[in-house]
């Protein structure tokens, strides 16, 4: 898939390890053969515009809105019609990594959520699950990951994130997306309308 990719795309790893290459390369060649998909264009003519934090759009897309994430041999897109995006995909951390990060960053009962699991590897999927729930919910506002450490975004899927703080204006929703193997995934929408996740699963070929 290198021919799709832009000078841009070639250039973030060029020198890197011939791993990090070809995950790179898959999941941005897939990235612009869905999104080109649904745009009805090339995928060698989408080009990029990149808002404040590098948060990266197609460019010329009318209303279509991106985000994508990739961990291990999972990778998740997901495209909406005319409100910001964001989506995030872990792969499940080390529970006393995950005890540590949330007791220092996290919300008080958020980290008392993820530390009252007697079970390893439990706190380490509730942990993973907040996570992703954070990083989708930067992405959509197009922030940065401290500005989102104060919010709340435990609870239930879906979430309704009233107040996003120094993240931006405006409630968001939250939804957790199931994704296949050791992994989490979330998705996040601004506006206070609900999220309908339609998802699918793509192979690359």
């Known amino acids: ?23 790179f390369t898959v999941v941005r060649g897939a990235v612009r053969r869905l999104v080109a998909e649904r745009l009805g264009v090339r995928p060698a003519e989408l080009g990029w515009r990149y808002g404040r934090h590098g948060k990266p759009e197609p460019a010329g897309a009318g209303p279509l809105r991106v985000s994508w994430s990739a961990s291990g041999a999972c990778a998740v897109l997901a495209l909406a019609e005319g409100r910001p995006v964001g989506v995030d995909v872990e792969g499940l951390h080390d529970a006393r990594t995950a005890e540590r990060v949330a007791a220092r960053w996290f919300p008080p009962e958020e980290a008392r959520f993820v530390a009252e699991c007697a079970e390893p590897a439990e706190r380490a999927a509730r942990f993973t699950v907040l996570w992703c729930r954070r990083e989708a919910c930067v992405k959509a506002y197009g922030g940065r990951l401290t500005q989102s450490f ?47 996740v339609n998802s699918q699963v793509w192979t690359a070929n």
């Open 150 to 196: 104060g919010v709340p975004v435990a609870g239930p899927s879906p979430v309704a994130v009233a107040d996003p703080g120094g993240l931006g204006a405006g409630p968001a929703r939250l939804c957790d997306v199931p994704v296949p193997g050791p992994f989490r995934a979330a998705v996040a929408a601004l506006g206070d309308s609900p999220v309908h």
């Open 1 to 23: 898939m290198s021919h799709l990719l832009d000078p841009v795309e070639c250039a973030r790893v060029a020198g890197a390890d011939p791993e990090l290459r070809e995950r």
